[in-house]
T-cell receptor, first 111, second 112 residues
């Protein structure tokens, strides 16, 4: 079973809408969370990272983290068709250097 | 900036064949990773290495070997190719600690 679980598997939002993606780790050794975006046929690129409780905002993207539940969420406001991609959540363990990814959420933004 | 070069870009092998995928990075990063990505799915960690000559197993290491003889290179061997492991293999690297991981463009493996 994947130690990093993402939901939903796929999501369709209208252009200008809000997209909300979720991610939970079952490994209590992780201490850092990452969100990567992968456009079709391309390699993953980092969007945002978070390690402390609370919220972090960069432009249209906001990430939340609850360390007690090892749950993170990514929110994209004013979604654009160019945001359509596979969104991958990852969790890292500083002590071992291990970086584990989830199965991703496929986001489609409809014009 | 640096670059991660994976060779070959496309690899066609026969069932049961031993196949080697190569990865070179010029970021001077200590940590390197090999991931497998099945079509439309997430990344599964095969092996990683935190320094030259170090090897750590990931969650999907069975059926694979890896080698890190130099800081700049990390190779992955499929010990006996199977038809159900057709996928894209992604190499990645980073500096130690919680820092951004950079990816290569991948090797697409087809087993016939």
């Amino acid at each position: 079973q994947q130690k990093v679980q993402q939901s939903p598997e796929s999501l369709i939002v209208p252009e200008g809408g809000m997209a909300s993606l979720n991610c939970t780790s079952s490994d209590r050794n992780v201490d850092y969370f990452w969100w990567y975006r992968q456009h079709s046929g391309k390699s993953p690129k980092m969007l945002m990272s978070i390690f402390s409780n609370g919220e972090k905002e960069e432009g249209r993207f906001t990430v939340h983290l609850n360390k007690a539940s090892l749950h993170t969420s990514l929110h994209i406001r004013d979604s654009q068709p160019s945001d359509s991609a596979l969104y991958l959540c990852a969790a890292s363990d500083t002590n071992t250097g291990k970086l584990t990814f989830g199965d991703g959420t496929v986001l489609t933004v409809k014009p | 900036g640096g670059i991660i070069t994976q060779t070959p870009k496309f690899l066609i092998g026969q069932e049961g064949q031993k196949l080697t995928l190569k990865c070179q990075q010029n970021f001077n990063h200590d940590t390197m990773y090999w991931y497998r990505q099945d079509s439309g799915k997430g990344l599964r960690l095969i092996y990683y290495s935190i320094t030259e000559n170090d090897l750590q197993k990931g969650d999907l290491s069975e059926g694979y070997d890896a080698s890190r003889e130099k800081k700049s290179s990390f190779s992955l061997t499929v010990t006996s190719a199977q038809k159900n492991e057709m996928a894209v293999f992604l190499c990645a690297s980073s500096i130690p600690g919680n820092t951004e991981v950079f990816f290569g463009k991948g090797t697409r493996l087809t087993v016939v």
